[in-house]
Protein backbone atom coordinates (compact mmCIF):
# COMPACT_ATOMS: atom_id res chain seq x y z
CA UNK A 1 0.00 0.00 0.00
CA UNK A 2 1.29 3.28 -0.81
CA UNK A 3 0.26 5.12 2.21
CA UNK A 4 -1.48 8.52 2.15
CA UNK A 5 -0.46 10.68 -0.65
CA UNK A 6 -0.40 14.54 0.09
CA UNK A 7 0.79 16.96 -2.41
CA UNK A 8 2.45 19.56 -2.66
CA UNK A 9 5.18 18.18 -0.43
CA UNK A 10 5.95 22.01 -0.49
CA UNK A 11 4.11 25.46 -1.19
CA UNK A 12 5.72 29.07 -1.70
CA UNK A 13 3.11 31.55 -2.28
CA UNK A 14 2.16 35.37 -1.48
CA UNK A 15 -0.29 36.59 0.32
CA UNK A 16 -3.58 36.88 -0.63
CA UNK A 17 -3.15 34.01 -3.46
CA UNK A 18 -5.62 30.91 -3.61
CA UNK A 19 -3.77 27.77 -2.37
CA UNK A 20 -5.23 24.05 -2.67
CA UNK A 21 -3.65 21.24 -1.11
CA UNK A 22 -4.38 17.66 -1.84
CA UNK A 23 -4.91 14.12 0.17
CA UNK A 24 -5.48 10.83 -1.28
CA UNK A 25 -6.44 8.12 1.66
CA UNK A 26 -5.90 5.05 1.99
CA UNK A 27 -7.69 2.65 0.09
CA UNK A 28 -10.71 1.06 2.35
CA UNK A 29 -10.47 4.07 5.18
CA UNK A 30 -13.48 5.89 5.46
CA UNK A 31 -12.31 8.54 8.02
CA UNK A 32 -10.21 11.09 6.74
CA UNK A 33 -8.52 14.11 8.65
CA UNK A 34 -7.15 17.48 8.30
CA UNK A 35 -4.16 18.84 10.51
CA UNK A 36 -2.18 21.75 10.65
CA UNK A 37 0.96 21.79 12.71
CA UNK A 38 2.68 25.10 14.16
CA UNK A 39 5.83 25.12 16.95
CA UNK A 40 3.55 27.26 18.76
CA UNK A 41 0.54 25.20 18.97
CA UNK A 42 1.55 21.90 17.76
CA UNK A 43 -1.05 19.58 16.01
CA UNK A 44 -4.62 20.89 15.82
CA UNK A 45 -7.40 18.98 13.50
CA UNK A 46 -8.91 21.23 11.43
CA UNK A 47 -11.83 18.89 10.17
CA UNK A 48 -13.00 15.65 9.40
CA UNK A 49 -14.53 13.26 7.59
CA UNK A 50 -16.37 10.09 7.78
CA UNK A 51 -17.31 8.28 4.35
CA UNK A 52 -17.03 11.75 2.49
CA UNK A 53 -19.36 13.78 4.81
CA UNK A 54 -18.07 16.57 7.02
CA UNK A 55 -18.09 15.54 10.78
CA UNK A 56 -16.47 18.17 12.44
CA UNK A 57 -15.33 21.68 11.15
CA UNK A 58 -14.92 23.07 14.41
CA UNK A 59 -11.12 23.31 13.70
CA UNK A 60 -11.37 25.21 10.96
CA UNK A 61 -10.02 28.92 11.78
CA UNK A 62 -11.79 30.92 9.62
CA UNK A 63 -13.98 31.00 6.69
CA UNK A 64 -10.90 31.65 4.51
CA UNK A 65 -10.56 27.86 4.74
CA UNK A 66 -12.56 25.25 3.27
CA UNK A 67 -12.01 21.54 2.69
CA UNK A 68 -14.16 19.37 0.41
CA UNK A 69 -13.76 15.27 0.08
CA UNK A 70 -16.16 14.73 -3.40
CA UNK A 71 -15.13 10.94 -3.31
CA UNK A 72 -13.89 8.29 -1.24
CA UNK A 73 -10.54 8.98 -3.53
CA UNK A 74 -9.67 12.67 -2.79
CA UNK A 75 -9.67 15.68 -0.36
CA UNK A 76 -8.65 19.24 -0.60
CA UNK A 77 -8.50 21.84 1.79
CA UNK A 78 -8.01 25.20 -0.04
CA UNK A 79 -7.19 28.48 1.65
CA UNK A 80 -8.69 31.89 0.12
CA UNK A 81 -7.03 34.50 0.27
CA UNK A 82 -3.80 33.07 1.70
CA UNK A 83 -2.14 35.46 5.02
CA UNK A 84 1.63 34.93 6.46
CA UNK A 85 -0.04 33.20 9.66
CA UNK A 86 -1.29 29.77 7.26
CA UNK A 87 2.20 29.10 7.29
CA UNK A 88 2.67 25.81 8.71
CA UNK A 89 2.57 22.24 7.79
CA UNK A 90 -0.57 20.90 6.83
CA UNK A 91 -1.35 17.03 7.83
CA UNK A 92 -4.12 14.63 6.23
CA UNK A 93 -4.63 11.09 8.54
CA UNK A 94 -7.00 8.42 7.44
CA UNK A 95 -8.21 5.72 9.39
CA UNK A 96 -10.99 2.67 8.85
CA UNK A 97 -13.80 2.55 10.82
CA UNK A 98 -13.18 -0.16 13.23
CA UNK A 99 -10.27 1.53 14.65
CA UNK A 100 -9.08 4.70 16.07
CA UNK A 101 -5.39 4.68 15.33
CA UNK A 102 -4.64 7.19 12.45
CA UNK A 103 -2.39 6.98 9.54
CA UNK A 104 -0.36 10.40 8.39
CA UNK A 105 0.84 11.41 5.18
CA UNK A 106 4.04 13.09 4.71
CA UNK A 107 2.82 16.65 4.75
CA UNK A 108 2.31 20.03 2.41
CA UNK A 109 5.12 22.58 3.64
CA UNK A 110 3.13 25.71 3.08
CA UNK A 111 5.03 29.39 3.40
CA UNK A 112 2.84 32.31 2.81
CA UNK A 113 5.15 35.70 1.72
CA UNK B 1 -12.82 19.39 28.58
CA UNK B 2 -10.55 17.12 27.29
CA UNK B 3 -6.84 17.52 27.44
CA UNK B 4 -3.53 16.10 27.20
CA UNK B 5 -0.08 17.30 28.61
CA UNK B 6 2.96 16.32 27.76
CA UNK B 7 6.14 16.42 29.92
CA UNK B 8 9.12 17.72 29.60
CA UNK B 9 9.06 19.40 26.62
CA UNK B 10 12.49 18.41 25.33
CA UNK B 11 14.25 15.75 26.69
CA UNK B 12 18.46 15.57 25.86
CA UNK B 13 19.87 12.34 26.44
CA UNK B 14 23.13 10.57 26.61
CA UNK B 15 23.45 7.32 24.23
CA UNK B 16 22.97 4.10 26.26
CA UNK B 17 20.88 6.89 29.10
CA UNK B 18 17.63 5.39 29.71
CA UNK B 19 14.97 7.56 31.19
CA UNK B 20 10.81 8.36 30.48
CA UNK B 21 8.34 10.69 28.57
CA UNK B 22 5.26 11.47 30.32
CA UNK B 23 1.59 11.80 29.37
CA UNK B 24 -1.05 13.16 31.60
CA UNK B 25 -4.60 13.08 30.33
CA UNK B 26 -7.73 14.68 31.24
CA UNK B 27 -10.69 12.73 29.63
CA UNK B 28 -14.90 11.97 30.52
CA UNK B 29 -14.27 8.45 29.09
CA UNK B 30 -10.65 6.88 28.19
CA UNK B 31 -11.16 4.97 24.89
CA UNK B 32 -7.28 4.30 24.83
CA UNK B 33 -4.27 6.08 24.46
CA UNK B 34 -2.08 6.66 21.42
CA UNK B 35 1.60 7.48 20.87
CA UNK B 36 3.29 8.30 17.68
CA UNK B 37 6.97 9.01 16.51
CA UNK B 38 7.94 12.19 14.41
CA UNK B 39 10.97 12.50 12.81
CA UNK B 40 11.64 16.02 11.17
CA UNK B 41 9.87 16.59 7.79
CA UNK B 42 7.38 13.88 8.20
CA UNK B 43 4.03 12.62 9.15
CA UNK B 44 3.75 11.05 12.78
CA UNK B 45 4.28 7.31 12.73
CA UNK B 46 1.67 5.03 15.06
CA UNK B 47 3.84 3.24 17.68
CA UNK B 48 1.42 1.72 20.30
CA UNK B 49 -2.47 1.89 21.66
CA UNK B 50 -2.91 0.87 25.15
CA UNK B 51 -6.78 0.48 26.41
CA UNK B 52 -6.51 0.07 30.60
CA UNK B 53 -4.84 0.79 33.34
CA UNK B 54 -2.40 -1.44 33.97
CA UNK B 55 -1.71 -2.44 30.23
CA UNK B 56 2.36 -2.55 28.45
CA UNK B 57 3.43 -2.66 25.00
CA UNK B 58 7.15 -2.72 24.00
CA UNK B 59 8.81 -2.29 21.05
CA UNK B 60 12.17 -2.75 20.51
CA UNK B 61 13.70 -0.03 23.06
CA UNK B 62 10.65 1.67 23.82
CA UNK B 63 8.18 0.35 26.52
CA UNK B 64 4.62 2.36 27.06
CA UNK B 65 2.62 2.00 29.99
CA UNK B 66 -0.84 3.34 31.63
CA UNK B 67 -2.27 4.14 35.00
CA UNK B 68 -5.71 5.83 35.03
CA UNK B 69 -4.31 9.74 35.25
CA UNK B 70 -1.03 9.35 32.63
CA UNK B 71 1.05 6.65 30.27
CA UNK B 72 4.36 6.66 30.15
CA UNK B 73 6.99 5.79 27.52
CA UNK B 74 9.98 4.11 29.07
CA UNK B 75 13.31 4.17 26.57
CA UNK B 76 15.51 1.68 27.87
CA UNK B 77 19.28 2.03 26.59
CA UNK B 78 18.29 4.74 23.94
CA UNK B 79 20.31 5.24 20.57
CA UNK B 80 21.08 8.29 18.43
CA UNK B 81 18.16 7.24 16.06
CA UNK B 82 15.46 7.44 18.58
CA UNK B 83 15.59 11.03 18.27
CA UNK B 84 12.48 12.54 17.27
CA UNK B 85 9.26 14.11 18.43
CA UNK B 86 7.07 11.53 20.59
CA UNK B 87 3.22 12.32 21.03
CA UNK B 88 0.46 11.14 22.48
CA UNK B 89 -3.26 11.39 21.86
CA UNK B 90 -6.47 10.02 23.47
CA UNK B 91 -9.92 9.91 21.57
CA UNK B 92 -12.08 12.95 22.42
CA UNK B 93 -15.48 13.96 21.56
CA UNK B 94 -16.53 15.42 18.35
CA UNK B 95 -18.19 18.94 18.38
CA UNK B 96 -21.91 17.92 18.92
CA UNK B 97 -20.93 15.36 21.21
CA UNK B 98 -22.30 12.17 18.87
CA UNK B 99 -19.18 10.38 18.51
CA UNK B 100 -15.52 9.71 19.22
CA UNK B 101 -14.08 10.11 15.75
CA UNK B 102 -10.96 12.35 16.62
CA UNK B 103 -7.78 12.41 18.38
CA UNK B 104 -6.69 15.51 20.74
CA UNK B 105 -2.78 15.70 20.40
CA UNK B 106 -0.43 16.71 23.40
CA UNK B 107 2.76 18.91 22.36
CA UNK B 108 4.98 16.02 21.90
CA UNK B 109 8.44 15.78 23.73
CA UNK B 110 11.80 16.45 21.58
CA UNK B 111 13.57 13.41 22.09
CA UNK B 112 18.08 13.76 21.26
CA UNK B 113 20.05 10.95 22.04
CA UNK B 114 23.70 11.88 21.75
CA UNK B 115 26.36 9.55 20.77
Known amino acids: DAGVIQSPRHEVTEMGQEVTLRCKPI?????LFWYRQTMMRGLELLIY????????DSGMPEDRFSAKMPNASFSTLKIQPSEPRDSAVYFC???????????FGPGTRLTVL | EDQVTQSPEALRLQEGESSSLNCSYT??????LFWYRQDPGKGPEFLFT???AGEEKEKERLKATLTKKESFLHITAPKPEDSATYLC????????????????FGQGTILTVHP
Open chain 1, 93 to 103: ATRPSYTDTQY
Open chain 1, 27 to 31: SGHDY
Open chain 1, 49 to 56: FNNNVPID
Open chain 2, 27 to 32: VSGLRG
Open chain 2, 50 to 52: LYS
Open chain 2, 89 to 104: AVPTLSAGGTSYGKLT
